[in-house]
């Protein structure tokens, strides 16, 4: 479908919506840059005739191309809908849902556009971007106000959310995880051999049962600074990117967390900004915050770094796909998430993948971590 095609369509269906009302006017609509795990655009309309001019996101469910096996923008809507209803949490304002994709060929979510700036930058947030504009005070007011968001998410009574479990059978959230992630991994790899995600994922399989058991909360599924946008005052203004949402151990979250902090800091060689918290201060401000112990932690890194070395596998398919990578990249096999992985699972490290280098913004001499 063309631009101009999305563009009439909206125009034809939005003043059918009771949030935009029979005199909606749009007055631009492009694409943006961003969403690896969905298409953007940013809407712009006015409600009534002299109002003023308003800014929305429209977030559209990937189909064909996409990074995970069963996207539904249904579900997303849901989560972020009960987040907003049963908690403190800053979320986008949802305005608007066609669940059927009849107006733009797929399901998609409009929702008011938050302003606020994320953490965002290749090769890393401790080199580029926000972070790198503030003092060490205010560097670990946004860490610290990020694991008050998620520590919130996670104190959301799971019964809010039931919509997120039941799907994949019996068992904790966890088992219910690792059955999905078995089967996306399959569809992702298709019969190759990936041999490190290979091995982490049989180790993740082999220990679940070595895991202490923790009662299951509402997880957030993707907790990085990077989805958080924050307020100049350093507050947080909008937690985003909600379709990883699953019901689980807190643990998981926090590993995950750690494994993306370690991504942007250690596994590329990045000293961390004076302020920004190390491992031992995010788990203590967590623990201080959420009121609770967190147990396993090296397991769920391990399962983060699996779950990004996923995602590059089909992000590379589709870049080769695209023309944009060589098929012969090793990328999807050595990279900052696999090189994490194997380290933590004490098998060889593999040397970083040039076209990751470069993806990244890396160094071309550069080897990330050491084995």
Same mark, same amino acid.
């Not at 039931?162 to 959230?173: D, V």
């Not at 590379?316 to 990328?331: S, W």
């Given at each position: 479908?063309?631009?101009?095609?999305?563009?009439?369509?909206?125009?034809?269906?939005?003043?059918?919506?009771?949030?935009?009302?029979?005199?909606?006017? %749009?007055?631009?609509?492009?694409?943006?840059?961003?969403?690896?795990?969905?298409?953007?655009?940013?809407?712009?309309?006015?409600?009534?005739?002299?109002?003023?001019?308003?800014?929305?996101?429209?977030?559209?469910?990937?189909?064909?191309?996409?990074?995970?096996?069963?996207?539904? %923008?249904?579900?997303?809507?849901?989560?972020?809908?009960?987040?907003?209803?049963?908690?403190?949490?800053?979320?986008?304002?949802?305005?608007?849902? =066609?669940?059927?994709?009849?107006?733009?060929?797929?399901?998609?979510?409009?929702?008011?556009?938050?302003?606020?700036?994320?953490?965002?930058?290749?090769?890393?947030?401790?080199?580029?971007?926000?972070?790198?504009?503030?003092?060490?005070?205010?560097?670990?007011?946004?860490?610290?106000?990020?694991?008050?968001?998620?520590?919130?998410?996670?104190?959301?009574?799971?019964?809010?959310?039931?919509?997120?479990?039941?799907?994949?059978?019996?068992?904790?959230?966890?088992?219910?995880?690792?059955?999905?992630?078995?089967?996306?991994?399959?569809?992702?790899?298709?019969?190759?051999?990936?041999?490190?995600?290979?091995?982490?994922? =049989?180790?993740?399989?082999?220990?679940?049962?070595?895991?202490?058991?923790?009662? =299951?909360?509402?997880?957030?599924?993707?907790?990085?600074?990077?989805? %958080?946008?924050?307020?100049?005052?350093?507050?947080?203004?909008?937690?985003?990117?909600?379709?990883?949402?699953?019901?689980?151990?807190?643990?998981?979250?926090?590993?995950?967390?750690?494994?993306?902090?370690?991504?942007?800091?250690?596994?590329?060689?990045?000293?961390?900004?004076?302020?920004?918290?190390?491992?031992?201060?995010?788990?203590?401000?967590?623990?201080?915050?959420?009121?609770?112990?967190?147990?396993?932690?090296?397991?769920?890194?391990?399962?983060?770094?699996?779950?990004?070395?996923?995602?590059?596998?089909?992000?590379?398919?589709?870049?080769?796909?695209?023309?944009?990578?060589?098929?012969?990249?090793?990328?999807?096999?050595?990279?900052?998430?696999?090189? %994490?992985?194997?380290?933590?699972?004490?098998?060889?490290?593999?040397?970083?993948?040039?076209?990751?280098?470069?993806?990244?913004?890396?160094?071309?001499?550069?080897?990330?971590?050491?084995?």
């Amino acid at each position: 479908m063309t631009h101009a095609d999305r563009e009439r369509r909206l125009r034809e269906w939005l003043p059918s919506q009771p949030n935009f009302g029979p005199e909606a006017e %749009i007055v631009s609509l492009r694409t943006l840059a961003g969403g690896q795990s969905s298409e953007l655009l940013s809407l712009e309309c006015r409600r009534r005739s002299g109002d003023a001019i308003e800014q929305f996101v429209i977030r559209l469910e990937q189909r064909g191309k996409q990074l995970f096996l069963a996207p539904d %923008i249904v579900r997303e809507y849901r989560v972020i809908d009960a987040v907003a209803r049963y908690s403190s949490v800053p979320v986008p304002h949802l305005e608007a849902l =066609d669940s059927e994709g009849a107006v733009l060929g797929v399901p998609f979510l409009i929702m008011r556009h938050v302003d606020g700036r994320a953490p965002l930058g290749r090769p890393s947030m401790h080199i580029v971007g926000m972070l790198t504009e503030l003092d060490p005070a205010q560097r670990q007011q946004v860490a610290f106000n990020g694991i008050d968001a998620l520590a919130g998410i996670h104190a959301i009574d799971p019964c809010h959310a039931q919509i997120l479990s039941g799907k994949a059978g019996g068992g904790n959230g966890i088992d219910r995880h690792l059955r999905q992630l078995t089967d996306w991994y399959n569809w992702a790899v298709a019969g190759r051999a990936f041999p490190i995600t290979d091995y982490a994922l =049989d180790y993740l399989i082999r220990h679940r049962s070595a895991l202490k058991n923790e009662d =299951d909360v509402l997880l957030w599924g993707d907790a990085r600074p990077g989805n %958080i946008l924050f307020g100049r005052d350093q507050s947080v203004r909008a937690v985003l990117d909600w379709e990883g949402a699953f019901i689980g151990p807190r643990s998981l979250d926090v590993g995950y967390w750690i494994m993306m902090d370690m991504f942007h800091a250690e596994s590329i060689g990045a000293p961390r900004l004076a302020g920004w918290p190390s491992e031992a201060e995010v788990l203590a401000r967590y623990r201080a915050s959420a009121q609770a112990e967190l147990h396993d932690l090296d397991y769920f890194v391990v399962l983060g770094a699996f779950f990004i070395a996923t995602t590059l596998i089909r992000a590379v398919d589709i870049a080769v796909e695209a023309g944009r990578l060589p098929a012969q990249t090793q990328m999807a096999h050595a990279n900052t998430a696999t090189q %994490i992985a194997a380290e933590r699972l004490g098998i060889a490290i593999p040397p970083l993948s040039p076209d990751f280098k470069a993806y990244r913004g890396l160094r071309a001499d550069f080897t990330g971590i050491s084995a």
